[in-house]
């Protein structure tokens, strides 16, 4: 079968191509990507090219498809995994596979497995870590979307706290705690702020920093303050002591804070503001192998502050991401931004930050140019109507009409 797919043949050097796959084998499945939500840790991987722990070192010679937060439907199922996987069936894929001898991944590793890409085979390695999962969700692009509110699942879970007079650790964010995510308006900052209010384990505060008022605003009107749950929107941009600033807010310090953004000065702010036994959990992924911050070692010894860092989640995380979506006591929905065509996911990827907004989404059978969804508005046509009337936040009716109405690739 052909495919088309983008892939990484080494630094900054993404190129969208048609090739044969070959025939699957007996421990392999054949696979349609049917949508792909493009990760920061994906421009990460195209600057870094080869020299990327998860990408192989002859990227020239034999390139990756990238893409890791993909949804689709199985073709056909290999013999060894007949009894499990079925052809129809929707599927989505945890990409950190935690393979025990090497770092390999979709979307990092594999020549012929990745989110950008029309049809892939689905490596042996994704059903031996049981991490192939049925997907039964409305939408193809909320199951693109499991894979990063996994990754906040995980986060979520990582941090810790001290059981009342023990040395032994409960693990999760405290139940009616301060929380405090910091530089947290981009989409896995909202994918966190979404899982605090509804998931298991609540705080009773919360507080979302930023520089950006506008970026702020629209956070503040996805996720207003529920279910007695408070929820602080500050703009940071001109504060000069943030750390008392942000006392202030709740009067007091934090039992968990979660930091968004790879910024030294973030980090030791961040530590200035834990309570005793409070927990930092730093989210944010750095691309300097050198990156380090100045943290309050005097309250780690004599207050029991505790430091995490967390990159992806686990298939349990998956898991239950998959349950919440498919339950809809979340909205993924919310951090969508763009949509665009397989043919547009290159310049997309290798330029995210300039492009800025949220999740940008694939469609991967389709072609078509990045579009903002905060655009579509100034269009007279039936899905800036279909975006409009659900205030402007993408959904399933709009990508009905994507996947009838647009362009084939």
Known sequence: MKTKAVRLYGKKDLRLEEFELPKINEDEILASVITDSICM???KLSNQGADHKKAPDNLAEQPIIVGHEFCGEILEVGASWQSKYKPGEKYVVQ???????????????????GGDATYIILSKDVMVQDCLIPYNGETYFEGSLIEPLSCVIGAFEANYHLIDNSYEHKMGIKEDGTLLIMGGTGPMGLLAIDYALHGPVNPKKIVVTDVNEEKLKRAE???PSQNGIEVFYVNVKDESDQTEFLKKTVGGKFDDIFVMI???????EA???LNPDGCLNFFAG???KTFSAEINF????????????????NTE???KAVELIEAKKVNVANVVTHILGLNAVGETTLNQPEVGGGKKLVYTHKNFERTELSELEDLDNELAKIVAENQGIWSRQAEDYVLRHFEEI
């Open 41 to 43: 840790s994906t421009w």
């Open 95 to 113: 990409a950190n596979l935690q393979l025990p001898d090497r770092p390999d991944c979709p979307g990092y590793s594999y020549p012929f497995m």
């Open 221 to 223: 009107a996805l996720y």
């Open 262 to 268: 790879p910024v030294s000065k973030v980090l030791s």
């Open 271 to 273: 530590s200035a503001l």
């Open 286 to 288: 750095p691309q300097d």
């Open 298 to 313: 005097y309250d780690l010894h004599y207050s029991f502050t505790h430091y995490v860092g967390t990159s992806g989640g």
């Open 317 to 319: 995380d998956m898991r």
